[in-house]
């Protein structure tokens, strides 16, 4: 009898996170088809459950909205974590317009939809502004403390860095990947001081 008990609980329990699982599923890939603000009952349709079945699992959008920003973030730590491979400052400042460029591309459906909900939502908010406490700190590792110090520069280095920039280059701009990713090298390059 306890054997049969058990077994029921961990179906149960499986299935339970299989449908965890479809849920979260469901928003990414509502959001990378371009459906920026999905409803509750858009994603439990195209996960295949019922909106009960949503709300058994998350309390709220925002609640999922809190796992999708923690599966992202297990997604792309390890292409922010990587050493660069440059050995001078010029050179990683390349690497990192590279790799934001890779990093921007594959998280903008799901940036541009947590940034709608930003204002109705504490964790989003915080979570926008980590994100751009992240970028700041990014490009202060690469770059010398005389471009640090200087806050005009560096505030113009870190727009042009930044995710808002790749959005509306991409978006907005509608360039190719390639395009806004030489649009941005450019513009940082021309504000770069001159090489010795």
Known sequence: MTDELDNTLDGRRLRGKRSRAQIVEALFDLVRDGEFDPSAMSVAARAG???RTVFRHFEDMDSLYREISHKLEAEIL???????ESTNWRGKVEELILRRSHIYEYVMPLKIASD???FQSEFLMDDHKR??????AGLQGVLPAVIVEDRILFSALEMLT?????R?????????ESDATAAIQRSVRALLPPAD
């Open 78 to 84: 390890p292409m922010v974590m990587t050493p660069f």
């Open 116 to 118: 709608l909900r930003r």
């Open 162 to 166: 930044g995710f808002q920039t790749w």
């Open 168 to 176: 509306r280059l991409r978006q907005d701009q509608a360039l190719s």
């Open 49 to 51: 459950v019922g909106l």
């Open 131 to 136: 994100f751009i406490i992240m970028e700041r």
